[in-house]
Structure formats: structure tokens, C-alpha cells
């Protein structure tokens, strides 16, 4: 039993005599083990967070079981040196790739009131975004009565629909791991469903030296 005693010293002649003290800190241990279990048994343990990625395989797929998407709802991030991003729009065929302005260069910036990774992916996903927006409202209301398992569901509907935003990533030799992390937070934020991340191609290469050069670049490395 923890105690702390503050006995008093010697009484001396003319001085009044001192009471000895006793505080026992028993309770108090007692009450520390009470808010701990408390707090253990309902607080939620942080679950572990994971992001499906799409792989390119090998492995030839029906037409019939391709998933569908429309070329004008793609779009080709090229993830450069020094934290660049170069992107083009749509499927190109193999004479865009001598036009080097189909190429246009941004950042990573979050900012959504430039033109940043964010802000493009934001606005030609604006649909998806806002339909997400109201699920999550929806389910905030609801509570309980909304399950995880609903909510996710009609999430992936909302996202794999056929005019969601699709996003190829082509991370380059020069580019980094962050700036892969970076562009897949981004799929997250923008509420992008449908993205995979592919090797980068000689034309996607080619294109981009042509984008530096301005149009002057005249051959693949």
C-alpha cells in the first residue's frame, strides 16, 4: 500500500505539537487501472490502410471481359525528373507522338486553384468527386443504418463506371519513389477508381524529349 508520511519533528518546549500526516494513494491506483481498461475497450484500433493497384499482365483477356473504357475519359501521367509530371489526354496514335504540344507539363501541387495535378484531375473527374461527395453525406446521416460493406460497394460503382476518369501512370528512369507515392495519393483524393501503373514506352519517351526540345528533337535515345 503507497503512503506517504510527513511525521513531524521533535517537539520542542513552547511549540505546538505536530499531527502526523497519512495519505494513501491505494485509490488512486486503482482508479488508473479503471481508465485504462476503459479507454482499451472502446477505443478503435487503427485498421491497417491498403489501396488496390493494377498491374499490367501478360495475360490475354477477352474483348467481352475487358473492362470498358472511353479514350476520351483517359488520361497518361509520364512522372519525370524533379518532381515534373507530364500528361496528354485521350490515346494517342503514332503520328500524335511528332506533335509535341498533345504533351503538357505540371506539378504535384495540391493547390486546387492552379493548375496542378489535383486541380486537372479534379475537374475532369468532377462527376465521380461529386457523387462520392453526396455518398459520404449520405452515410454521415444515416449512421449505422449505412454499412461498410453498402458504402463501399456503391463506391466502386460510382468509380468504375464507364464515364469515370481513367489514369495510366508511367513512372520514368528519372523520376522517384515519392513521386509514385505522390500521383497514387492523388487517385485517393480525386476519387479515381480506375488507374494502373505501366511502363513507359519509347514513343512516351520520344515524346517527352520532343516537349523539351519544342519540337526540335529528332530521334528516340
Known amino acids: 500500500m503507497a503512503n506517504i508520511d510527513t511525521g513531524g519533528d521533535e517537539v520542542k518546549k513552547g511549540k505546538p505539537k505536530q499531527e502526523t500526516l497519512r495519505v494513501d494513494f491505494t485509490p488512486m491506483v486503482d482508479m488508473n ?7 482499451m475497450l472502446v477505443t478503435t484500433l487503427s485498421k ?9 499482365s501478360d495475360q490475354k483477356i477477352e474483348d467481352a471481359l475487358a473492362p470498358k473504357v472511353k479514350e476520351s475519359r483517359a488520361i ?6 524533379d ?34 495535378l489535383r486541380s486537372i484531375l479534379l475537374e475532369r473527374n468532377a462527376e465521380a468527386v461529386n457523387q462520392m461527395r453526396d455518398l459520404k453525406l449520405e452515410r454521415a446521416e444515416k449512421g449505422n443504418r449505412m454499412s461498410e460493406e453498402e458504402f463501399n460497394e ?5 468509380k468504375g463506371d464507364v464515364d469515370a476518369l481513367t489514369v495510366i501512370i508511367k513512372p520514368m528512369a528519372n523520376s522517384n519513389y515519392k513521386n509514385l507515392v505522390d500521383a497514387l495519393d492523388e487517385m485517393q483524393i480525386c476519387s479515381v477508381g480506375k488507374y494502373a501503373i505501366v511502363d513507359v514506352t519509347e514513343g512516351d519517351l520520344f515524346l517527352v ?4 526540345a519544342q519540337g526540335a528533337y529528332s530521334s528516340v535515345k
Request: glycine content about 4%.
Open 33 to 39: 487501472m479503471l481508465l485504462i481498461t476503459f479507454f
Open 48 to 56: 491497417p490502410q491498403v489501396m488496390d493497384i493494377a498491374m499490367p
Open 76 to 81: 497518361t501521367l509520364l512522372l519525370g525528373e
Open 83 to 116: 518532381d515534373k509530371v507530364y500528361y496528354y489526354l485521350g490515346k494517342l496514335d503514332e503520328s500524335a507522338y511528332s506533335d509535341y504540344t498533345v504533351l503538357k507539363e505540371t506539378t504535384y501541387s495540391s493547390n486546387t486553384s492552379n493548375e496542378g
Open 154 to 158: 456503391r463506391s466502386r460503382e460510382i
Open 209 to 212: 524529349e520532343n516537349y523539351k
